[in-house]
């Protein structure tokens, strides 16, 4: 299973970014997934996640009501869609596969900074 995270970059504060996470390999559709995030100095923590189907979403208190979660079973896609960005929002982003208990992989982060 691999994992390929795209779409950071640097963003003004109040502002919008979408990334994303394209897995191959494996059985897509049956992974629970997530997303995490490092900021510098910081552990890495967990911010969303998402059951196999999408029908069950979980966030952090920090981004609740700001990111959103997403996948597409059909095209191997996980999203976060993240509004009304802060500077404590910057960080490196890393997309997670769940396949068992003690399986996961993960994908190589994308950095998203955001000015102030």
């Known amino acids: 299973v691999q994992l390929q995270a795209s779409g950071g970059g640097l963003v003004q504060a109040g502002g919008s970014l979408r990334i994303s996470c394209v897995v191959s390999?494996?059985?897509?559709?049956?992974?629970?997934m997530a997303w995490f995030r490092q900021a510098p100095g910081k552990e890495r923590e967990s911010i969303a996640m998402?059951?196999?189907?999408?029908?069950?979403?979980s966030y952090a208190g920090s981004v609740k009501s700001r990111f959103t979660i997403s996948r597409n079973n059909a095209k191997n896609t996980l999203s976060l869609q993240m509004n009304s960005l802060k500077p404590e929002d910057t960080a490196v982003y890393y997309c997670?596969?769940?396949?068992?208990?003690?399986?996961?992989?993960w994908g190589q982060g994308t950095e998203v900074t955001v000015s102030s």
């Open positions: 997670k596969v769940h396949i068992g208990v003690g399986l996961d992989y």
């Open positions: 390999g494996g059985d897509f559709r049956s992974y629970g």
């Open positions: 998402i059951n196999w189907s999408g029908t069950s979403t």
